[in-house]
């Protein structure tokens, strides 16, 4: 399938398109996605290398408009450095915010966001002991939440921002091998609610 065409999961109510096409992917079931990502890939503009960006991770992702709740289990192969499962946002290439279920230099699972605007500033938030981790992000009026879960039902605040772009940006799916020779990674029980989040700091 071309990168032009578009790309069904019956769990959600868009049409998903490929910013930047994968190694290998597939649609499961009606809520259930794979994708392997390729060697040194990522999305990530380093704020110390004056703004180099790599933007070439392969990413899924679609337009969604209102309020909304898109939560996922990730689940990821870790192998190398910086491997990661994520869900992100995506407005253009300086633009865009994700959060991750990565691998950390210390070897540990963790979960980690990223907000670009120009720039990335990159925030570790906690340890997760396992391959497998929920994440969720929540669209409240003209700003985003992204939280985190181990077992699909209590969830911890991980960020609370905006974009502030000029129109809405696209939300979807990612997979990433920044140092490694390529990382898969299944993103399990996908749900989309379109309906507003009741408690920040709670998730609830």
Request: charged fraction near 25%.
């Amino acid at each position: 399938m071309s990168g032009n065409e578009s790309v069904r999961i019956a769990a959600l109510p868009m049409p998903l398109r490929w910013l930047r096409e994968p190694e290998r992917w597939s649609v499961t079931d009606a809520a259930s996605l794979r994708i392997l990502a390729g060697a040194r890939t990522d999305w990530f503009v380093d704020p110390q290398e004056s703004a180099e960006a790599t933007m070439n991770a392969p990413a899924l992702v679609g337009d969604a408009s209102g309020d909304f709740l898109l939560a996922v289990r990730v689940t990821v192969d870790f192998a190398a450095t910086y491997d990661a499962g994520v869900l992100v946002l995506y407005e253009r290439d300086d633009l865009w915010a994700k959060l991750c279920f990565e691998l950390s230099p210390q070897g540990e699972a963790m979960v980690v966001s990223v907000v670009t605007r120009g720039v990335s500033d990159d925030c570790n938030s906690f340890v997760v002991d396992g391959q497998s981790v929920w994440l969720r992000i929540a669209r409240i009026g003209t700003a985003f939440a992204f939280h985190a879960s181990t077992d699909g039902e209590r969830w911890r605040l991980v960020r609370h921002f905006a974009l502030d772009g000029a129109r809405e940006p696209s939300v979807g799916f990612l997979a990433q091998s920044p140092t490694g020779d390529g990382c898969a990674v299944a993103f399990d029980g996908i749900s989309y609610r379109a309906e507003t989040l009741g408690d920040l700091r709670s998730g609830a």
